[in-house]
């Protein structure tokens, strides 16, 4: 079975500062590795994936994540955070491809994250 | 990307009665799904929406609870049946766009008092 985890519930940050926000999986294959957002009263918006090649991967809004295979990890960074990156971060993996039978995307619990001025 | 939209946004429902939620995107994808995200908390497969064929419903959801329909390759839609207070959720659906990557809609904010 597939997980992910999300140690954190909430991170603040000062706005200007570097911001991580942790992901670490569990998958019986090879990972397939995402980070979504989640603004207030809207949907989930797709920032970054890991399927395979580059362990650093860049995103949108100036986001980018590493994939760590030896410590199962996947965190999300940003160099200089706003105060509009307030948002729920979720980290999400599937071990197969989209299309495979029993794909199933799991998402992690969820990480809020606060920038204050 | 796909563009996906969601109807209704929101409502609010009577104990017993029954809502569809209507998924539009706005090109043909081959996989569509529908999650449930329960107050604060995250993201839960509800089911995968077939086209042409009956729904895969994921283990704590059942067909006469969530019946899904999907009769072509950019629409889908999925009824919470005779609802009760535990339904209040956001139902999210989502897509299989290109490159492995899932796009979601803007979900449905439902209340059921």
């Known amino acids: 079975a597939q997980s992910v985890a999300q140690p954190e519930d909430q991170v603040n940050v000062a706005e200007g500062n570097p911001l991580t926000v942790k992901c670490t999986y569990s998958?019986?294959?090879?990972?397939?590795l995402f980070w979504y957002v989640q603004y207030p009263n809207r949907g989930l918006q797709f920032l970054l994936k890991?399927?395979?090649?580059?362990?650093l991967v860049k995103g949108s809004y100036g986001f980018e994540a590493e994939f760590n295979k030896s410590q199962t990890s996947f965190h999300l960074k940003k160099p200089s955070a706003l105060v509009s990156d307030s948002a729920l971060y979720f980290c999400?993996?599937?071990?197969?491809?989209?299309?495979?039978?029993?794909?199933?995307?799991?998402f992690g619990g969820g990480t809020r994250v606060l920038v204050k001025p | 990307s796909a563009v996906i939209s969601q109807k209704p946004s929101r409502d609010i429902c009577q104990r017993g009665t029954s809502l569809t939620i209507q998924c539009q995107v706005d090109s043909q994808v081959t996989m569509m799904f529908w999650y449930r995200q329960q107050p604060g908390q995250s993201l839960t497969l509800i089911a995968t929406a077939n086209q042409g064929s009956e729904a895969t419903y994921e283990s704590g959801f059942v067909i006469d609870k969530f019946p899904i329909s999907r009769p072509n390759l950019t629409f889908s839609t999925l009824t919470v049946s005779n609802m009760s207070p535990e339904d209040s959720s956001i139902y999210l659906c989502s897509c299989l766009a290109v490159q492995e990557t899932q796009y979601f809609g803007p979900g449905t904010r439902l209340l059921v008092l």
């Open positions: 890991y399927i395979t090649g580059d362990n």
């Open positions: 999400a993996v599937r071990d197969k491809p989209l299309r495979a039978a029993g794909n199933k995307l799991t």
């Open positions: 998958v019986s294959g090879n990972p397939y």
